[in-house]
């Protein structure tokens, strides 16, 4: 654990976002660059090009949104953490209700944000991710 955050913190921690919304994806990189947080974030817009990214990036955490055009985030994060285990996932959705906050327990995701609560929870969420 030690030799990962000695590695993020001199290389940066790498992200992968992955939302349908280019205009979401946009917002979402200028409020983490307007936190002076030390991440370079990469962009896919479908679950399939999020798993092919993230295995040829290898990121340290995966923000996904769960409704995706292709495969569902739920999916490619199943993919992303079976081929990269210590990789963090964050599910993110437009939905509010208590059947989506578990889902990502059930499926072994780090952590789950609403998308109206993105500004609020997000960086909380990426740094308890990244220690535990």
Known sequence: M???KEKTKNAGIKVLLVDDHE???LTVKKFLKEKGADLHV?????????VEQ???IKP???IADIGLPDISGIDAARQIKKALPKCKVIMLTMFESAAFRNIYDFHDMDGYIGKNEL????MPSIKNALEN
Do not use: N, Q
């Open 42 to 50: 990469s962009e896919a817009a479908t679950g399939e090009d999020g």
């Open 54 to 56: 993230a295995l040829r």
């Open 2 to 4: 030690e030799k990962h």
């Open 119 to 122: 500004y609020e929870k997000l």
């Open 23 to 25: 205009e979401f994806r």
């Open 60 to 62: 340290d955490i995966v």
